[in-house]
């Protein structure tokens, strides 16, 4: 079964310091990975796109890696700030019947405090 | 500015009672999409559609109806909404899905209350 899983469920950090947040998949055939930053009250955004091929790709101040082989992939938060603060979806988009469908995770929910 | 807009933001209405949750976007895109946000439970999609006139059921299309006459818009109707369709909306859009790279552009959402 296509399956995404994220942890943790939510984490809490002191402004500065670093994160990393965990997604683990088993979709399969894999077209790409997606992170995306959800604000409480607004719809997700996109950080960063993986595909097969990528281990590592930054966006500023946020780093995702991606292990195909293992079917993992972290997303790091450096030097936190309180806007980080919000709800970290991994989406992961696969081919079907020649459509390309999207997984989502149940996302991470970060809390960075003063 | 390039957006997605959803209207209303928020509904509370009665079982039974037909409603429509409108979806517009500026963008030019063919691919448009509506999600249902549960806690615990991931976006899930309800219906997409590849362009104008071609829509697809999503993973949970019981209880919608969806409908895509014009590029831009793409509403999402509840003929006889019942209280397990009370959940977080959102309408979504992106250029063609050439290779399922291309990122989706969300709502704000709208929150709907059966009751």
């Known amino acids: 079964k296509n399956q995404v899983e994220q942890s943790p469920q939510s984490l809490i950090i002191l402004e500065g310091k670093n994160c990393t947040l965990q997604?683990?998949?088993?979709?399969?055939?894999?077209?790409?990975l997606r992170w995306y930053k959800q604000d409480t009250g607004r719809g997700p955004v996109s950080l960063t796109i993986?595909?097969?091929?990528?281990n590592t790709k930054s966006n500023g101040r946020y780093t995702a890696t991606l292990d195909a082989d293992t079917k993992q992939s972290s997303l790091h938060i450096t030097a936190s700030q309180l806007s980080d603060s919000a709800s970290y979806i991994c989406?992961?988009?696969?081919?079907?019947?020649?459509?390309?469908?999207?997984?989502f995770g149940t996302g991470t929910r970060l809390k960075v405090l003063a | 500015e390039a957006q997605v807009t959803q209207n209303p933001r928020y509904l509370i209405t009665v079982t039974g009672k037909k409603l429509t949750v409108t979806c517009s976007q500026n963008?030019?895109?063919?691919?448009m999409s509506w999600y249902r946000q549960d806690p615990g439970l991931g976006l899930r999609q309800i219906y997409y559609?590849?362009?104008?006139?071609?829509?697809d059921k999503g993973d949970v299309p019981e209880g919608y109806k969806v409908s895509r006459k014009e590029k831009r818009n793409f509403p999402l109707i509840l003929e006889s909404p019942s209280p397990n369709q009370t959940s977080l909306y959102f309408c979504?859009?992106?250029?063609?899905?050439?290779?399922?790279?291309?990122?989706?552009?969300f709502g704000d959402g709208t929150r709907l209350s059966i009751l």
């Open positions: 963008m030019n895109h063919e691919y």
């Open positions: 989406v992961v988009t696969f081919l079907t019947s020649g459509t390309y469908k999207y997984i």
């Open positions: 993986m595909t097969f091929s990528e």
């Open positions: 979504a859009s992106s250029f063609r899905l050439r290779d399922g790279n291309q990122p989706q552009h």
């Open positions: 559609s590849m362009n104008v006139e071609v829509t």
């Open positions: 997604c683990n998949y088993t979709v399969s055939p894999f077209s790409n």
